[in-house]
């Protein structure tokens, strides 16, 4: 599996990179903050809503610690997706939240 740091994802954003970042942490975690960027989509839901994404499209995915994210990504790469996982999660973030 793919994997970025917290401050590589970070310095990606600043440098005006258009990236998809995908938040699959629940409601109440993303609304303590996320990547403004992100798109929130918990994990238990993301089979059913693939069609939110595009298979074409590379997808950076995000969760608390790096675990769920990795499960996602696990999952989404057996589908077809292109995906890197944030190690570290949001714990390591130190960029901007919304």
Known sequence: MKEI???ELEHK???G?????????EDEEVAKGK?????????GQIPERLA???ENVHYYMVCRSGG?????CQFL?????KVTN???????WEGKTE
């Not at 990547?35 to 994990?43: G, Q, T």
């Not at 769920?68 to 996602?72: E, K, L, P, T």
């Not at 944030?86 to 390591?92: E, F, Q, Y």
């Open 68 to 72: 769920r994210s990795g499960n996602a």
């Open 17 to 25: 990179e258009k990236l998809n970042i995908v938040d699959v942490r």
């Open 35 to 43: 990547i403004p960027e992100a798109k929130h989509i918990p994990l």
């Open 77 to 81: 790469t057996q589908n077809g997706y």
């Open 13 to 15: 954003l600043l440098a």
């Open 86 to 92: 944030m190690a570290g999660g949001m714990l390591d």
């Open 5 to 7: 740091t917290a401050k």
């Open 52 to 54: 939110e994404l595009d």
